[in-house]
């Protein structure tokens, strides 16, 4: 499949250079005769072509430790997600992010809003109805969970937050805040979405616009191909 797409990039680069095509007019001395070609591969997809360090770090308030995706994280057709460690004062934070460029992914991406809105309101009605009850509660993996009579919160547990409804915010084309803990967003010019996953908000805005100025069409993760 790489191969087809190679061949035919290299194929639209060097049309009108047959012998058999009729001569045209010479180009202007500013002209160019490079064939725009978008994409790159998955596979050769970087984090720092769309997160370089400098503006990662001022986003994060901090310096960023990459870490190495989970095997199984990533197929042929989208790259691994790009994760990192950032030191904060309250200790060790983890954050993420992942581009889908594949076809369809616009529709993905809908399908997406619609899910994490709906989600993040439901955690929100659990918590505030266990609070009416009365109940006390501890976070199990983002969730609240009520807690037995007489039972007390693991000493492990994070301390009770209340989750929080998602939001839309202004990045890209379309963008929603969810969880408590997540951004989504459409990208305005390269055919793709990406979410940002962190515990900030103001920063997970900050990291998802650093992402957006820089993922352009050339950069973004899919098979090359010449630019419409």
């Known amino acids: 499949m790489r191969a087809a797409v190679l061949a035919f990039v290299s194929a639209a680069s060097a049309a009108g250079c047959s012998g058999d095509q009729p001569q045209a007019a010479p180009a202007p001395a500013n002209a160019s005769n490079k064939t725009n070609v978008i994409g790159v591969f998955p596979d ?14 001022r986003a994060l308030g901090g310096t960023p430790r990459a870490i190495g995706a989970a095997q199984g994280e990533s ?25 889908d460029c594949r076809p369809g992914y616009d529709k993905t991406a809908a399908r997406l809003f619609d899910q ?20 006390l509660l501890q ?5 609240p969970v009520e807690l037995e009579k007489g039972q ?4 492990a547990a994070p301390p009770i937050k209340a989750p929080e409804a998602s939001h839309v915010v202004q ?13 989504l967003f459409i990208d305005d010019d390269a055919p793709c979405y990406v979410r940002v996953m962190g515990p ?13 100025k820089n993922l352009t069409p050339a950069r973004a993760p899919m098979a090359p191909r010449v630019a419409p």
């Open 75 to 99: 197929g042929a057709d989208v790259p691994k997600p790009c994760n990192y460690v950032v030191d904060a004062s309250t200790g060790p934070e983890a954050w993420t992010f992942d581009i």
């Open 200 to 212: 900030d908000a103001a920063r997970r805005l900050a990291l998802a616009q650093v992402i957006a």
């Open 171 to 183: 990045v890209g084309k379309r963008a929603l805040d969810h969880h408590g803990q997540g951004l």
């Open 44 to 57: 050769q997809f970087t984090c720092e072509s769309v997160a370089p360090p400098d503006e990662l770090a």
């Open 139 to 143: 976070v199990d993996a983002g969730k």
């Open 116 to 135: 994490y809105a709906a989600q993040s309101q439901e955690a929100v009605d659990d918590y505030n109805g266990a609070l009416d009850a009365g109940h």
């Open 152 to 155: 007390k919160p693991a000493d």
